[in-house]
């Protein structure tokens, strides 16, 4: 059964920060690259981070740029974002993503996607 | 990047078609559109992508097409349960990407 399980949202105050993690079974992991794309409660989507299938490669969403990075660990089928200088601006629920592209260039097509975790940045 | 503009919302009753666009930030839309539906409380599923391919398992009463600068969703034969939030996905170059800002359809 494929699923994908994010955990370790919570309530965090401005400044600082968290790590995010996305647990992956199901599918071959190390294949695929993997987004990041967070929702502000009552709000669309927004694309966050994208890191390719081998973890030489990421790319990040201007307001991402500078504060979060995103990594992987193939052998532990685990996505990961650290996310520094936390904002409240930051607060939605963040959602990991499969890219359809397997060994490709990620394409930006999200076909599998996680439930979610929440992140509170408040004061 | 912006969010892209979509229709705040749209609506039509059963067994009608219903329209969403996607208009691009530049002339040319290109090629890597992708169109998402989110149920409350649910995670978006793609249910279009490359402008007008469907995944398994996407019903044909789904269909994506482009024009110039706009993309566009149609869902054809409303049903009750296609009342959702849609959102369009552009590629936006050097590898990022950028959602529309989501169309509530309501089916009547």
């Known amino acids: 059964q494929v699923q994908l399980v994010e955990a370790g949202g919570g309530v965090v105050q401005p400044g600082t920060s968290l790590r995010l993690s996305c647990t992956i079974s199901g599918f071959t992991f190390s294949r695929y690259p993997m987004h990041w794309v967070r929702q502000a409660p009552g709000k669309g989507l927004e694309w966050v981070t994208v890191i390719s299938f081998d973890g030489f490669n990421t790319y990040y969403a201007d307001s991402a740029k500078g504060r979060f990075t995103i990594s992987r660990d193939n052998s532990k089928n685990t996505l990961y974002l650290q996310m520094n200088s936390l904002k409240t601006e930051d607060t939605a629920v963040y959602y990991c993503a499969r890219d359809i592209s397997a060994r490709l260039l990620p394409q930006g097509y999200f076909d599998l996607w996680g439930r979610g975790t929440l992140v509170t940045v408040s004061s | 990047q912006s969010a892209l503009t979509q229709p705040r919302s749209v609506s039509g009753s059963p067994g009608q078609s219903v329209t969403i666009s996607c208009p691009g930030t530049?002339?040319?839309?290109?090629?890597?559109v992708s169109w998402y539906q989110q149920r409350p409380g649910k995670a978006p599923e793609l249910m279009i992508y490359?402008?007008?391919k469907r995944p398994s398992g996407v019903p044909d009463r789904f269909s994506g097409s482009k024009s110039a600068n706009t993309a566009s969703l149609t869902i054809s034969g409303l049903q009750a349960e296609d009342e959702a939030d849609y959102y369009c996905?552009?590629?936006?170059?050097?590898?990022?990407?950028?959602f529309g800002g989501g169309t509530k359809l309501t089916v009547l």
């Open positions: 530049s002339s040319d839309i290109g090629d890597y």
């Open positions: 490359d402008v007008s």
């Open positions: 996905c552009l590629y936006a170059g050097s590898s990022e990407w950028v």
